[in-house]
């Protein structure tokens, strides 16, 4: 049984560029969240994608924007990379909006 | 905001001992799901265990246990039997809507 994946694993961009991460949800799963993990703190809730719409969304600008496929796969898209956007990204997946998330190994972003 | 706090920073325990990770919550709903995540240095989000807060019964997974004193606000982690693996930073999390908010942690060490 697959588990929620996540690519690239590593990212390294420059302030200003722009960065699509990717995520696959377990399988069975047909809702995907975001989070972002500075280090040394616990994760932050970015949004959540449930029936191809965003469902919920935290306290994170605009330049955070997502989109969910027709196959429940996830993109976190991020504009005008800014330093303190370096950050571990996780994806987390669940059955139905409310049931418990699975996460993945996530996406470590530098930007210098 | 509503917020989840882990008052310890660190813990350290002896392999084969118990030790408990506290964790109180702020919230205004009445029915609520709480979570106990593991992150060991793979940087993988795993679950430990999760308890309804509508259920009184303390949730329990093998070495797992909590400790879930409602009115208190309060979802202490009971490790039993340590090992080695049990190494690991330990987030406490509750739903708010579909998002999950998370305390900033406790790392775990074990000794042998």
């Known amino acids: 049984d697959a588990g929620v994946t996540q690519s690239p694993t590593h990212l390294i961009k420059t302030r200003g560029q722009q960065v699509t991460l990717r995520c696959s949800p377990k399988?069975?799963?047909?809702?995907v969240s975001w989070y972002q993990q500075a280090l040394g703190q616990g994760p932050q809730f970015i949004f959540q994608y449930y029936e191809e719409e965003e469902r919920q969304r935290g306290n994170f600008p605009d330049r955070f924007s997502g989109h969910q496929f027709p196959n429940y796969s996830s993109e976190l898209n991020v504009n005008a990379l800014l330093l303190g956007d370096s950050a571990l990204y996780l994806c987390?997946?669940?059955?139905?909006?409310?049931?418990?998330?699975?996460f993945g190994p996530g996406t470590r972003l530098l930007v210098l | 905001a509503q917020t989840v706090t882990q008052s310890q920073p660190e813990m350290s325990v002896q392999e084969a001992e118990t030790v408990t990770l506290s964790c109180t919550y702020d919230t205004s709903e009445s029915d609520y799901y709480l979570f106990w995540y593991k992150q060991p240095p793979s940087r993988q989000m795993i679950l430990v265990i999760r308890?309804?807060?509508?259920?009184?019964q303390n949730a329990t997974e093998n070495r797992f246990s909590v400790n879930f004193q409602k009115a208190a606000k309060s979802f202490s982690l009971k490790i039993s039997d340590s090992q080695l693996g049990d190494a690991a930073m330990y987030f406490c999390?509750?739903?708010?809507?579909?998002?999950?908010?998370f305390g900033k942690g406790t790392s775990l060490l074990v000794t042998p």
């Open positions: 399988s069975g799963h047909d809702t």
């Open positions: 987390a997946s669940s059955f139905r909006s409310l049931e418990t998330q699975y």
């Open positions: 999390a509750r739903n708010s809507g579909y998002a999950l908010n």
């Open positions: 308890q309804e807060a509508y259920k009184q």
